[in-house]
């Protein structure tokens, strides 16, 4: 699969990241670089607010309206280690990151209780597990681990342990063995699959960025306040690179030229040798409208997805499970027997659904009802199909064989809210209200605008953006509506489509793409 990251940060509100797989949407992230406050992997001094006994956890404050989650057995055998080194930091006894000679009290009872541990007031070191979602506030573990891109560092640990995915045989003793020479004492690593075939220096540099990351914490942990973050994660964009970077990858579009240059540098360190597919994006029209984005969004995001074939998805959203109905369509008039017409719609279905999971960022219990299949090899077939289409997808997961219902049950890790994106328009004439002035009128009323814009801008190069419908009927015919123009106006513009925009919307931009006011 050829993979391409589309990144927009023209707008000031957020960064919009869109992963494509051969030009299809995979992914679709978006970060808004004034509140990226509580991501996986941020690291906070947290205070202990209160015990629930009964859950054998803590609920601990960090700086969001809700208290954080920890639970007892996320906070590692070597908490009572990491506890009295993150209390030496804070009271400027402990000046040096090093571990080496730091002294290893004993691993706490693993079937011990919160309240033997912990206490009300205290002070704890914690990383954010998992991302605020609806009324919860974030999940919380104090088995701090840093990612890299070869590499995860854990501190207070001296195992180096090997993706389950590496299967080359020699290969796990040989990074093992390279590994135990350049790892400082004190620290244990977890070797990610990209890490096959590495040369060491190439480990060796991702191992010193990430003992540099742990020695910002133990600097900004001296007179640290609780609710103060220590260690903040990448960005999402260096995040997704950091975890997707592959051979695959053809080329990095970036809009902003600062973000182009922090990016380029980024990746001179985790793969120097694809340091020139980051491209700066030039062009007038918006990145994700000439990418072909906007579209894909919106058909991706509705309750509705319909596929090739003609074949449809409906996708509902609970509180406890998300539910999907396959609808074979007008497939169903295909010349096949009913069992062969049923398999091909459900195989296709379970591709496009492990799209769907990736690119809304679905968590928690999935329920997909396919169409029937009396054969057992045909229902066979859809399990792997199923599980195929998930084999990318870096968030855990677990495919359950179809039921005798014909249900497909899936569990996705969930660790951020569900990417929602609603693909309904609100009318910009009425305002939601349910009246607006006849459509007739809209090209009278674009008319006008123009003779403003050109009486107030004569010296500007003016573009009108405007729904792909209008854009149509604007050129259609001859004499076109667009040609009656140009000679009444005297003065070459242009009329561009745009599908982010509503029916009945229009814009005026500049040569720059700076909006034209009346």
């Known amino acids: 699969m050829d993979n391409e990251l589309v990144i927009s940060a023209t707008s000031e509100e957020e960064v919009r990241i869109a992963l494509l797989g051969d030009d299809r949407l995979i992914e679709l992230h978006k970060e808004n670089p004034e509140s990226n406050e509580f991501s996986v992997g941020d690291v906070y001094l947290g205070k202990v607010r209160k015990l629930a006994v009964g859950l054998n956890a803590a609920f601990v404050h960090v700086g969001h ?3 954080g ?118 620290f244990g690593v977890i070797v990610r699959t990209v890490a096959e075939d590495k040369k060491v220096a190439q480990l060796d540099a991702d191992l010193k960025e990430l003992v540099k990351r742990w020695r910002k914490i133990h600097k900004n942990l001296h007179d640290a306040k609780p609710a103060k973050r220590v260690l903040g994660e990448l960005n999402r964009s260096s995040a997704i690179l950091r975890d997707v970077m592959s051979e695959s990858f053809s080329s990095i579009k970036v809009d902003n030229a600062e973000m182009a240059e922090e990016l380029k540098d980024y990746i001179k360190i985790i793969s120097p040798d694809k340091e020139n597919i980051v491209k700066f994006y030039k062009g007038k029209a918006p990145l994700f409208e000439s990418a072909g984005i906007e579209k894909q969004i919106k058909q991706s995001f509705g309750r509705h997805v319909t596929m090739k074939s003609g074949a449809y998805l409906v996708i509902e959203h609970t509180e406890a499970l998300h539910v999907v109905d396959v609808n074979s369509g007008n497939t169903a008039k295909s010349k096949d027997n009913q069992e062969t017409n049923a398999l091909r719609v459900n195989l296709e279905s379970a591709e496009e659904m492990g799209r769907q999971m990736r690119l809304r960022d679905m968590g928690g219990i999935i329920v997909i009802d396919f169409i029937d299949l009396q054969k057992a090899e045909n229902r066979k077939l859809l399990h792997n199909k199923m599980r195929e289409a998930m084999a990318d997808d870096k968030a855990k997961h677990q495919v359950l064989a179809p039921s005798k219902f014909g249900l497909v049950q899936i569990t996705r890790q969930r660790v951020r809210p569900q990417m929602t994106i609603k693909t309904a328009e609100v009318c910009p004439s009425c305002k939601g209200t349910g009246e607006v002035q006849a459509s007739v009128l809209i090209i009278e009323e674009i008319e006008r605008s123009m003779t403003a814009i050109m009486e107030k801008y004569p010296d500007e190069s003016i573009s009108l953006e405007v729904h792909p419908f209008l854009e149509a009927y604007l050129k259609k015919g001859y004499p076109s509506v667009n040609m009656k123009w140009l000679v009444k106006f005297k003065k070459r513009y242009k009329i561009k489509a745009a599908t982010s925009s509503t029916f009945l919307e229009y814009h005026f931009y500049d040569h720059d793409r700076n909006e034209l006011k009346m």
């Open 65 to 67: 309206e809700k208290d």
């Open 69 to 186: 989650f920890l639970h007892y057995f996320d906070l590692g055998p070597q908490f009572l280690t990491h506890n009295n080194y993150t209390k030496r930091c804070i009271e400027g006894k402990q000046n040096t990151a090093a571990l080496a000679a730091f002294r290893r009290e004993k691993d706490i009872d693993k079937n011990g209780k919160v309240d033997d541990v912990l206490k009300q007031g205290y002070d704890i070191l914690v990383q954010v597990s998992k991302e605020p979602i609806s009324t919860k506030g974030p999940r919380l573990t104090t088995e701090i681990t840093l990612a890299g891109r070869y590499l995860v560092l854990v501190p207070f640990s001296d195992r180096i342990s090997m993706s389950k995915n590496i299967r080359k045989n020699g290969e796990k003793e040989r990074l093992k063995r390279l590994l135990e020479s350049i790892v400082p004492k004190g």
